[in-house]
Structures are given as structure tokens and as C-alpha cells.
């Protein structure tokens, strides 16, 4: 696996820096340009692994395209919903659960074969729950292992709208039942325990989608006519997660984070860390293409345990393994319950960081559905080298353990760097940069 070394900091954090586009709505943005009548300028992509697996897939179905300046613009000349035309190959997602999972339920309602495959890791997660829905609307779609893993084949379908209710929280599956019921006869229905991600209910309102919401209910309707729009694609609060975590463990820090997605279905991570005594100010807020952004500055301060659980959970769900880290800073037990989601992410994210834990030194007890984890109560981690880093194909699990040797007791080589650039091309030069410096 490629590696990179990250030293612990000989002293605080001085620092203003930008994080990269957001991943979820750099997805949205390309398939909901692709629906869309018109050209839609996007600025600000994300050209990450992940995200680029949706533009090309979007181009093998027919999609005109093209960018500028190495992706600061994209422009995607979208035709409508039904001008997409058959691939003559396999539609590769990588490693990219999005990406499979939100076009399920747009080309479920085509009139051609599509054939969805990926890496081995994306081979290993679920798919069954989105195949379920789908299949309830009149979608025909197979897949490994009973229709529950991928690679899947769906053949030409024709879908009615359905009410569903979700058993688990999941803006995936939530935006694959959205995007099929753009085509189905009638009114679609989705009703959420909590809330997830509302990037989907957004943007498509942003295109002209009528979409009704109550509670935790949405409602959308079939026939719906989308125009193209100009979007800016602001920083990812996920991505910036893990700095505003090292501004949080190294004393005396202060950091700016300028330009950040601040979406109230995002936010989890930041409630959090101010409960636990963070200083967080949320300045010069402004909506633009229908989210809301704003500048983040950080100051670090002493940490006290959390217990995090029930509702809180999806609003922080891709932050808790960075989350663990502040965590295990922290003075006390702290405690993360029903995250059962987090084993069936890109790594089983509950058992994986338990293991770096152990491997730092922190005492944790694995739960079912989360995470018990003795704080430090500041001292630095001390890397246990009786101990094997775990292995694991998840780009979240490698930029956590490198912000947690940013306040190590030696160096560490990062295992598992090669997967960062799914979500965070430049992770590592900003590392590099705050390692220089705090010198």
C-alpha cells in the first residue's frame, strides 16, 4: 500500500486554509445536470476519484460533458430525462457508494440494459437496500448474492410511484427512490425516522422539481420538467472535519476554514465538538445555489467526554471516524451509540477504528452499534508498535490516523493513503503545509 509519513507538531496551529468542493453535492450536480434541460455551468468541482466516476459514467450514457481548467468549471448540456442513450460497456463506480447507488434509481426507468460494477470494496456493501425500494416501484434489477451485492444488471422497467418508509437513515437511498420517482406514474412518497442529507431535495428544487416536504416526509412528483442552472459547489464540511479535529487536539490552535458548507443536515460534527468545548464561529454565512455557506473559525480548548447517539448520528455519520479521534483527546469516556450504519461503509468503520485505536493507545470497548473510548485527556498517542495498523480500502480511516499523528509520541506512516484521493485529492500537501508551519 502507498504510504506517506506525518510527524507529530512541535507547536500550535496558525492557519487559514481551504478545504475541497463537496463530494455529495459534486455527484448531484452532474446527474441532475444530466436530467436537466440546458447548460448547467458547475464551478468549484470536485475532481476526485469518486466524483469522476460519475462523469464518466454520465458521458458513456450519452451526456455532452466538458471542463475547464482543470475542473474549476464543468459544463454538462443536459437533454432531459429521457435522452440518455444505452452504454456499449460496463458502467465502472470505482469505489464509489454514490455513484452506484443514486443512478440505480435513474436508470431503473430507462429503456436499455445497464450493467454497475466497482472495486472490491464497493463489491462488498449492501445494495439490497436500495434494490428493495426500487424493485417495489416496478424496477428490475439483479445482482449478487440474492439482489443484495453488486455487480448489478437492471433491464428497462416501468415504475409506478410507491410510499416508502425508510428502516435506516440514507440520503443514498433516499436520492435513488427521488431520482426513480421523477419517472414513475404518480406521486412517490418518502417517510425518514430522521433526517439525513437533504443535498438531493435541494438541488432538484434549485432545477425547478416540485418536491413537498413535511417533517420527515417528501413527496415528489412524476412528469417533472428540470432546467439547467448555474451552480458553486462549496468546501466539504466532511473534509474540513478533519482539520477543524486537528485545530481541536493541538493546544493553543487557531484555524480559519473559509468558504464551508454549513447545511444544517451537515453541521452534526460542529454541534458536537462544541459541546465538547470547541470554540467554533460560523461567520460570514450566505446561501448560494441553494446551500448555505460560510467561513469556520476554530479555536482549540479542553475537551470533555460526549455520549452521541439517536437522531445526531446521520447528521455526523461520514465524521465519526475523525470524530473518534477528538474523542479519544478528550477527558472521560466518551460514547458513540446507533452507528450499526458505520460497519457498512467503505471499511467496517466501527471494528477498523476501534483497531487504531488500540494501535494510539486509547482504551475502547467495541460496540454493536458503536464505540467506547477513554479520552487521553490530552496526552499525546502513543503508537503501539506490538500492534498492526489495520488494513482496510477507506479514505476516511487513512485522514484520521493521519490527523491523530499530528499529536503522536513518533512519526507514522499512513497506511492505506492511496484511497484518499476518492474524496481528498490535496489532503496531503495541506498536511505537508501545516507540519512546516508549526515548526
Not at 464518466?56 to 471542463?67: A, D, F, P, R, T
Not at 426513480?180 to 442529507?197: D, H
Request: charged share 20%; aromatic share 6%; glycine share 6%.
Amino acid at each position: 500500500m502507498k504510504q506517506f509519513a506525518v510527524s507529530p507538531l512541535k507547536n500550535s496551529i496558525k492557519s487559514t486554509i481551504s478545504v475541497p468542493p463537496d463530494k455529495s453535492i459534486s455527484h448531484r450536480a452532474i446527474i441532475i445536470g444530466s436530467l436537466a434541460n440546458g447548460k448547467t455551468e458547475i464551478k468549484n468541482f470536485l475532481a476526485s476519484e469518486d466524483c469522476l466516476n460519475t462523469l464518466k459514467i454520465m458521458q458513456q450514457l450519452g451526456v455532452e460533458i466538458s471542463n475547464y481548467n482543470n475542473f474549476e468549471s464543468v459544463t454538462v448540456i443536459g437533454k432531459g430525462l429521457h435522452s440518455f442513450s444505452e452504454s456499449k460497456s460496463i458502467l465502472n463506480c470505482g469505489n464509489s457508494g454514490t455513484t452506484i447507488r443514486l443512478l440505480s434509481g435513474i436508470l431503473s426507468a430507462q429503456s436499455f440494459l445497464s450493467i454497475l460494477t466497482g472495486d472490491d470494496s464497493l463489491l462488498s456493501r449492501p445494495m439490497g437496500r436500495v434494490i428493495e425500494p426500487l424493485t417495489l416501484m416496478g424496477a428490475k434489477i439483479s445482482g449478487r448474492e440474492n439482489n443484495t451485492k453488486a455487480p448489478i444488471v437492471i433491464s428497462p422497467g416501468i415504475l409506478h410511484g410507491i410510499t416508502y418508509e425508510m428502516p435506516i437513515s440514507s440520503a443514498q437511498v433516499k436520492s435513488a427512490i427521488m431520482f426513480a420517482g421523477l419517472y414513475a406514474k404518480g406521486e412517490t412518497r418518502i417517510i425518514e425516522k430522521e433526517k439525513s442529507r437533504d443535498h438531493t431535495e435541494r438541488m432538484l428544487s434549485a432545477f425547478g422539481a416540485t418536491i413537498k416536504q413535511e417533517k420527515n416526509e417528501i413527496i415528489i412528483g412524476s412528469e417533472q420538467h428540470l432546467e439547467a442552472q448555474n451552480i458553486f459547489i462549496p468546501g466539504d464540511i466532511s473534509s474540513a472535519a478533519f482539520f477543524i479535529a486537528a485545530s481541536s487536539i493541538i493546544p493553543s490552535s487557531e484555524m480559519v476554514l473559509q468558504k464551508v458548507l454549513v447545511n444544517p443536515t451537515r453541521t452534526g460534527f460542529i454541534n458536537v465538538l462544541k459541546r465538547m468545548g470547541v470554540k467554533i464561529n460560523i461567520t460570514n454565512k450566505k446561501e448560494i445555489s441553494n446551500e448555505s455557506v460560510a467561513d469556520l473559525f476554530v479555536t482549540s480548548n479542553d475537551l470533555n467526554a460526549i455520549e452521541v447517539k439517536g437522531d445526531t448520528i446521520p447528521l455526523l455519520i461520514d465524521e465519526i471516524p475523525i470524530l473518534c479521534i477528538v474523542m479519544a483527546q478528550a477527558k472521560g469516556k466518551s460514547i458513540i451509540k446507533d452507528a450499526k450504519e458505520l460497519r457498512f461503509k467503505e471499511s467496517d468503520r466501527i471494528k477498523t477504528m476501534a483497531q487504531v485505536l488500540r494501535k494510539l493507545s486509547v482504551e475502547v470497548n467495541e460496540l454493536e452499534d458503536g464505540l467506547e473510548i477513554n479520552g487521553l485527556s490530552g496526552e499525546p498517542f502513543r503508537i503501539d508498535n506490538s500492534i498492526e495498523w489495520p488494513k482496510h480500502f477507506d479514505h476516511r480511516i487513512a485522514m484520521s490516523i493521519a490527523v491523530a499523528a499530528l499529536k503522536a509520541n513518533e512519526p507514522v506512516n499512513i497506511p492505506g493513503s492511496e484511497w484518499i484521493n476518492t474524496s481528498f485529492p490535496n489532503f496531503e500537501k495541506i498536511i505537508n503545509q501545516l507540519q512546516m508551519a508549526a515548526v
